[in-house]
């Protein structure tokens, strides 16, 4: 089955900025939403931004708002997340997932349990 993929992890050091891509491997087609999770060694897989297909809709994890932007990237429903004055429990595995639902600002889902499409990550680390 086609998946993300990631791109733009690297090792950085603390106050530093890093943009993660994330593209289609091919095989999906029409409008999604997409999102950014990310796994920290020994930590359960957690939510970090949300955007809707069209752009109109943006959530963001507490930690990570006024730091990262999430936006949509052109075609084969591309996705960024541009990461700046980045800190060392912004270390992690950051995965890239598509899901079919709509987002609006009504929504709820977005934070836990999407299913459709997930990319392999990318891995950040952050030096103190």
């Known amino acids: 089955q086609a998946q993300l993929v990631e791109s733009g992890g690297g090792l950085v050091q603390a106050g530093d900025s890093l943009r993660l891509s994330c593209r289609s491997s091919?095989?999906?087609?029409?409008?999604?939403?997409m999102g950014w999770f990310r796994q920290a060694p020994g930590q359960e897989r957690e939510f970090v931004a949300a955007i809707s297909w069209n752009g109109a809709e943006t959530y963001y994890e507490d930690t990570v708002k006024g730091r990262f932007t999430i936006s949509r990237q052109g075609a084969s429903i591309g996705v960024a997340l541009e990461m700046n004055n980045l800190r060392p429990e912004d270390t992690a595995v950051y995965y890239c997932?598509?899901?079919?639902?709509?987002?609006?600002?009504?929504?709820?889902?977005?934070?836990?349990?999407?299913?459709?499409?997930w990319g392999q990550g990318t891995l950040v680390t952050v030096s103190s």
């Open positions: 997932a598509a899901d079919q639902r709509q987002l609006s600002y009504k929504s709820t889902w977005y934070n836990r349990r999407w299913g459709d499409y």
């Open positions: 091919g095989g999906i087609y029409g409008a999604y939403t």
